[in-house]
């Protein structure tokens, strides 16, 4: 098998404990080169978004800016930098539909959400033109669980975060409604998830109305940020 990211060919074979181990064996699908170019962030993490945290504060200037503007705050997670590495992986993922590719992430992904334990994982919708265009939701592609669709993008249509500045993000209107299918969500842990949080305006777009459904709890949790 070769990398999906070089098309180098892969050398790996299955450690002892991993044939000891209860379950099927899950073989990489990318060499090691390209996935130490993805990034963790190191601790100490901001608990509003999850990224590094410098200066002793207790939250990051935007987290506290959020707080300050709507009374309330998520607790959100990043699993990687937005880095150029990730930057690369998801143009060619999300924008050049590469869908092969949703292979790299998803597992550590969908494991992440399922820890966190909510009554329901909700991912973050994209518009019919999206749809229509690029054939997937990045988001779902993401993930290999039971999800809750739970939101819908407003038919006005929902111009792509990717091309506009941090101002033009954090000026963006309502983009999302519920879905006509949603239930109640009265004392329900909902979690919100995202391929990139940049300035965090969307998932603050998906959980206010979640919370306003009746959510007891809302999280976040993207691929990177």
Not at 19 to 41: A, D, M, N
Not at 131 to 154: D, E, H, K, W, Y
Not at 166 to 192: C, G, H, I, M, N
């Amino acid at each position: 098998m070769k990398c999906l990211l070089c098309n180098h060919q892969l050398h790996w074979q299955p450690r002892l404990s991993q044939w000891l181990r209860w379950g099927p064996i899950s073989e990489p699908v990318i060499c090691k080169t390209c996935q130490q170019g993805f990034h963790h962030y190191q601790p100490p993490f901001c608990p509003g978004c999850g990224r590094h945290l410098e200066g002793g504060k207790e939250y990051c200037a935007d987290c506290a800016a959020w707080r300050k503007r709507l009374g309330w705050g998520l607790t959100h997670r990043c699993l990687y930098c937005y880095d150029d590495a990730m930057k690369e992986w998801m143009h060619r993922y999300k924008f050049d539909g590469d869908y092969l590719l949703r292979r790299v992430f998803c597992g550590e992904l969908t494991a992440a959400a399922l820890q966190l334990g909510a009554d329901c994982i909700v991912p973050v919708p994209v518009t019919a033109t999206t749809m229509a265009t690029r054939g997937f939701n990045q988001v779902t592609g993401l993930l290999n669980c039971r999800l809750s669709p739970l939101l819908v993008t407003i038919s006005r249509g929902k111009q792509a975060q990717s091309t506009k500045n941090r101002q033009e993000r954090l000026a963006t209107s309502q983009p999302f409604q519920l879905a006509s299918t949603t239930s109640s969500l009265a004392a329900k842990r909902v979690l919100v998830v995202d391929d990139v949080y940049t300035t965090g305006r969307t998932i603050y777009h998906a959980a206010a109305l979640l919370r306003a459904a009746g959510a007891r709890e809302v999280l976040g949790l993207s691929l990177a940020g």
